[in-house]
């Protein structure tokens, strides 16, 4: 089955840098790579996904990288802003017609003022 | 649009008693899915069900847990003589009905076990 790891498990970095989230999948028949954000107590909320017939898509300051041939994918938050504080996970799925999602452990981001 | 609906948010159970959690999924979705959370980790699968059918319940452990999604009326996961270590957050998940769509998330069912 599906497998994802998910680095680094912390991040902290100062507001206005970047963040970079990075993830590795073994099931190259996945071809769905979705990014959640929860934050304390809360739902997670999807804030970006690509398809495997993609290879980068932007969303104002967030943009998600893939690369089949490695079986990699990446969250880029730029400008980063208190409020991107949380802990975003990524997964992956769709691979052989499977619903289900696989995810990551987490990353929990922190934005220093 | 009312977003996948799960109740209770919060619930306290004895050793031995018997946990029932309820997902109603979006308006228009026809999948559901569970997944646990414990403190400080990742989402774990636990099983995907469509109306009166369990598509794929690999992540379901083999005893005291089962899941349902009947005809009319919300999905259950039900755990039966819950022991400490089912504390943890419970999140329920629908998507439309297509290969493969955004999962949505519930605001989780927060069991703890004494």
């Known amino acids: 089955g599906e497998n994802v790891e998910q680095h680094p498990s912390t991040l902290s970095v100062q507001e206005g840098d970047s963040a970079v989230i990075k993830c590795t999948y073994s099931?190259?028949?996945?071809?769905?790579f979705p990014w959640y954000k929860q934050e304390l107590g809360k739902r997670p909320q999807l804030i970006i996904d690509?398809?495997?017939?993609?290879g980068e898509k932007k969303d104002q300051r967030i943009a998600v990288t893939l690369n089949k041939t490695a079986k990699h994918f990446s969250l880029h938050i730029t400008e980063t802003q208190p409020e991107d504080s949380a802990v975003y996970f990524c997964a992956a799925g769709g691979g052989g017609g499977a619903q289900k999602l696989v995810f990551g452990q987490g990353t929990r981001l922190t934005i220093n003022p | 649009n009312a977003g996948v609906m799960q109740n209770p948010r919060h619930l306290v159970r004895r050793r031995g008693q018997e946990a029932r959690l309820r997902c109603s999924p979006m308006k228009g979705h026809s999948h559901v899915y569970w997944y646990r959370q414990l403190p400080e980790e990742g989402l774990k699968f636990m099983v995907y069900l469509q109306k009166e059918n369990i598509i794929d319940e690999s992540g379901m452990p083999k005893e005291r847990f089962s899941a349902e999604f009947p005809k009319e009326g919300p999905s259950i996961l039900r755990i039966q003589q819950v022991v400490r270590g089912d504390s943890a957050a419970y999140f329920c998940?629908?998507?439309?009905?297509?290969?493969?769509?955004?999962?949505?998330f519930g605001n989780g069912t927060r069991l703890t076990v004494t």
């Open positions: 099931d190259s028949a996945s071809n769905y």
């Open positions: 998940a629908s998507s439309q009905d297509r290969v493969i769509s955004p999962l949505h």
């Open positions: 690509i398809r495997s017939n993609v």
